[in-house]
């Protein structure tokens, strides 16, 4: 019950500008609003990692990133920011679709599963370390913003800070002072 009335309230951005929402603590769903819910999905999907299949997990993620392309070359003033906030239904929806594809992924037991399990270790460095990379560096670098074509322009941002968070998580690892700053753990380490 809890995840569905969070899903309502993940609905609000994309409902707000066409109606009248009470969005502040009088809201009878206040409480189910935030991050919260991610944490409560984390878990859901942690206890029934079978509940999602992956036809649904690529189709929806399909037709997300289709109707964002789509919104973007139609609509001139289209914000992609305010499309995929974090609390909004779009990014929930890409967040399961992640997880679905990546636990199929590590089933199939290949020889790049400890390439995952050391990416995977370098998680929340690279969530800490991709904002500001993004914002400081990427956004602010010409040969990067002037890519006129915009899925080309994502993509290429995508894997600039993935690639570049991921090396400085890495490097960070190795310093004494990684548990404080990006919560590597010596056991974590050892996996590395």
Not at 103 to 121: A, R, T
Request: aromatic residues 20%.
């Amino acid at each position: 019950i809890y995840l569905f009335l969070w899903a309502i309230t993940l609905c609000y951005p994309l409902l707000d500008k066409y109606l009248y929402l009470n969005l502040g603590v009088n809201n009878v769903l206040y409480y189910f609003e935030g991050y919260a819910g991610y944490f409560v999905l984390g878990y859901y999907f942690k206890r029934f990692p079978e509940d999602f299949s992956n036809r649904m997990a690529t189709m929806l993620l399909t037709l997300i990133f289709c109707l964002a392309f789509i919104l973007k070359r139609f609509i001139p003033d289209f914000s992609f920011g305010e499309f995929f906030q974090y609390l909004s239904i779009l990014k929930a929806v890409m967040v399961v679709t992640y997880f679905r594809l990546i636990y199929n992924f590590n089933k199939l037991n290949l020889k790049h599963n400890e390439l995952i399990i050391k990416i995977s270790n370098l998680t929340f460095g690279i969530y800490l370390i991709h904002m500001a990379l993004l914002k400081f560096v990427l956004w602010q670098n010409n040969a990067v913003m002037e890519i006129s074509n915009y899925a080309i322009r994502s993509f290429v941002l995508d894997l600039l800070a993935f690639t570049i968070s991921a090396a400085i998580a890495f490097i960070i690892s190795k310093t004494p002072l990684s548990p404080y700053l990006i919560g590597i753990s010596k056991s974590s380490k050892s996996k590395q």
